[in-house]
Nanobody, 119 residues
């Protein structure tokens, strides 16, 4: 089992920045593939960014150049640095982890943290 706890959400003005954190426990953190997803009101949950076990990253086109995902394996934490925030970034942000075992993915989700971008 993997437990994920997000933090760092809040209210920020357009153009501002926030840094989300997701602390993981219960498993070998370095063996996890980690993602951030978000869900805006009335919309489906969407992929934001990914960082693989080896450190490779990927992000959605809507956030590329503004959001940066990183991980600290010593602290069992994954981060999402969000800059130049826009109102359309308003959503609940979820941390997601995947552990591969015997060729099968085991997925885990955090409870989410609210990000509101508004003046």
């Amino acid at each position: 089992q993997v437990q994920l706890v997000e933090s760092g959400g809040g209210l920020v003005q357009p153009g501002g920045s926030l840094r989300l954190s997701c602390a993981a426990s219960g498993s070998d953190f370095s063996g996890l593939d980690l993602d951030w997803y978000r869900q805006a009101p009335g919309k489906q949950r969407e992929f934001v960014a990914n960082i693989a076990r080896g450190g490779n990253t990927n992000s959605a086109g809507s956030v590329r150049g503004r959001f940066t995902i990183s991980r600290d394996n010593a602290k069992n934490t994954v981060f999402l640095q969000m800059n130049s925030l826009k109102s359309e970034d308003t959503a609940v942000y979820y941390c997601h982890a995947v552990r591969w075992y015997s060729g099968r993915p085991y997925e885990y989700w955090g409870q989410g943290t609210q990000v509101t971008v508004s003046s």
